[in-house]
């Protein structure tokens, strides 16, 4: 293997890990008997044939991942999702995409191909997105559907995560953590307000007196990537005597959005707890 594929398969390797941004939006459900001896392989495909970034060097990695791993089967890649239908997805357990019309926001794929794809996931079928694919779907389906489909109750989300205590089972942070990053990927074509009302929630539930200390440094992370001046101005509103008042929250900058953080609000309300 020369030098230049050597860094080329590096660069895409790094695309697909250190960069990549996998949302599991549902868990893996076996969907298929197997016997008691022999481990059910995971079905996979791959989206692939439309990203903003170098697709034809990153997917074949992606591929590869998988293909090297006794965990998984059958690996397929298509370069051509709106053709799928509900037949073709009922062939695999888990759906990969690196994949993205992104700046495009238009709906890409036939009704027919969007209503089994929801369908797929609302039946227990996994979906993991890698970096840019994550600016997917921003226009369909509605966020209540999309959220339906995964599983996810927000209302239940954020009572578990306002009880949770260092050593609890992490669930409920890898929700929200997945809400948050949807919610990202909606930056400037949010039209139903899904990320300014998330932000607001996690606002209050920093001020909240019901939270707990674990609960609140995890949020305020989670907070720092999506948050606008609405929330900086209604935490930096509070009492002096509060916590929450003695540092600034932790935002991004508008001026560099991607790249910088304005100032990190310093876990005033407990230990960190350990990765």
């Not at 600016?135 to 559907?145: D, G, N, R, Y």
Request: with cysteine; charged share 20%; net charge positive.
């Amino acid at each position: 293997m020369n030098d230049a594929w050597q860094h080329r398969r590096g660069f895409a390797f790094r695309g697909a890990l250190t960069l990549g941004l996998a949302v599991v939006l549902a868990a893996l459900t076996p969907q298929r008997a197997v016997s008691a001896d022999e481990p059910m392989k995971l079905r996979v495909l791959i989206f692939s044939g439309l990203n903003n970034h170098d697709w034809p060097s990153t997917t074949p990695v992606i591929k590869a991942m998988f293909t090297d791993c006794a965990r998984f089967g059958t690996v397929d890649v298509t370069e051509n999702p709106a053709g799928l239908n509900a037949a073709t997805l009922a062939r695999y357990d888990v759906l990969v995409s690196n994949w993205t019309p992104h700046p495009e926001t238009r709906r890409n794929w036939p009704l027919e191909t969007e209503a089994a794809f929801l369908d797929f996931v609302r039946k227990g079928g996994g979906f993991v997105v890698i970096h840019a694919a994550a600016c997917t779907f921003q226009v369909w389906p509605s966020t209540p559907a999309a959220t339906k489909a995964a599983g996810i109750d927000p209302n239940a989300t954020f009572e578990a995560v306002a009880r949770y205590r260092y050593g609890d089972e992490r669930k409920p942070l890898q929700t929200l953590q997945q809400l948050v990053l949807y919610a990202n990927s909606l930056a400037g074509n949010d039209p139903q307000g899904f990320r300014d009302s998330l932000a607001d929630r996690m606002a209050a539930l920093l001020i909240s007196s019901d939270a707990t200390p674990a609960a609140k440094v995890f949020v305020c992370g989670q907070l720092a990537d999506i948050a606008s001046e609405k929330q900086v101005a209604a935490l930096n509103g509070l009492p002096p005597t509060s916590s929450l008042s003695r540092r600034p929250l932790c935002v991004r900058s508008s001026e560099f959005p991607a790249r910088r953080l304005i100032e990190c609000c310093g876990r005033p309300w407990g230990r960190r707890e350990a990765s």
